[in-house]
């Protein structure tokens, strides 16, 4: 029996999102539920140091993780928040190594500080596993490829794990928003450390964790590009559909700084094209005839209501 998957996006947004979509499985799993996506919302342990990258880390501090003096939730971005009502399987971890996989007609979907995703998106969620005791979610068309892929690792010695997979809105807004003021009570101008906060942890609605296609493995450190988990991920990953996003020398081009431990569904059609290609997928989108919209006006939303604020 198929089952499709499904992601539900905002008519006139789809195009301009760059969003496409989806996967069927060939055997789907057998028990579907619904659970509260605060679930999802995991803490993980925080990285112990600048930079703080695009994780959870800002959570940790809640004093300064909601709601600044004088700031309004304007964005479409931050509304997106309310409109998590999110269909949540959690038969994925449960799929077996060597497990027949789904065939993928998923196309890569971008997902940057210009490309952002509609306000009402909510992804179909799928449970990965567990980090530190927190349940983990994956858009459920990437979801079992990573949990194949994580298994074919294992296999190997290699242990990969889930340090941050999906995040909805309202965690990436506070996040943002604590990572922020953070620097703002060190000293640094709003302006400053709008920029500087950007540069690691993308503003809500932009993040490629929102959308639930981008998974943080292991260590959220630079040097985690030493490890033999990162080896097999570069050696390996493309097999699965997953792409290091935001390689070496690329912040031109991404807006993100290298994140060795993140790597993003594009799906196992594109991944190893896109791998081959040497380009990052804004680059490879753009030669391939993809047409995505250059508008940053969501993120100058939520920058103006941040900066602005006396
Ligand atoms: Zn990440």
């Known amino acids: 029996m198929k089952k499709p998957t499904s992601i539900i996006l905002a008519g006139g947004m789809l195009m301009t999102a760059c969003v496409l979509t989806s996967c069927e499985r060939l055997d789907p799993p057998a028990n579907t539920n619904r659970t509260s996506e605060s679930r999802a919302a995991a803490q993980s342990t925080p990285p112990p140091s600048e930079p703080d990258t695009t994780d959870d880390s800002a959570v940790r501090d809640s004093s300064v993780a909601t709601e600044p003096t004088g700031t309004n939730h304007t964005t479409g971005a931050t509304a997106a928040s309310g409109a998590a009502a999110t269909h949540v399987s959690s038969a994925a971890s449960t799929l077996p190594p060597g497990s027949e996989l789904p065939v993928c007609k998923f196309e890569p979907m971008l997902v940057n500080a210009r490309n952002p995703l509609p306000a009402n998106y909510a992804p179909n969620l799928m449970r990965l596993g567990a980090y530190n005791g927190e349940d983990r979610f994956l858009h459920a068309d990437a979801a079992p490829f990573a949990v194949a892929m994580v298994a074919a690792a294992k296999a190997n010695n290699v242990n990969l794990t889930y340090r941050s997979t999906h995040r909805t809105v309202a965690r990436q807004d506070a996040n943002f928003r604590n990572s922020f003021q953070s620097r703002v009570n060190n000293g640094m101008s709003r302006e400053d450390a709008f920029a500087a ?92 005839g993809t047409a995505c919209r250059q508008d940053e006006s969501v993120v100058d939303a939520f920058k103006q209501v941040l900066v602005s604020v006396r």
Not at 217 to 239: D, I
């Open 197 to 288: 906060t950007a540069a690691w942890i993308a503003p809500p609605g932009t993040s490629e964790h929102n959308a639930g296609i981008a998974i943080d493995f292991n260590l959220v450190e630079e040097r985690f590009e030493n490890t033999a988990e990162f080896k097999w991920l570069m050696a390996n990953a493309h097999n699965y559909g997953f792409i290091l996003r935001y390689p070496n020398d690329t912040r031109e081009l991404t807006g993100i700084n290298y994140e060795p431990w993140h790597f993003t569904f594009v799906g196992v059609n594109y991944a190893p094209k896109i791998r081959e290609s040497g380009l990052v997928l804004e680059q490879w989108l753009a030669q391939n």
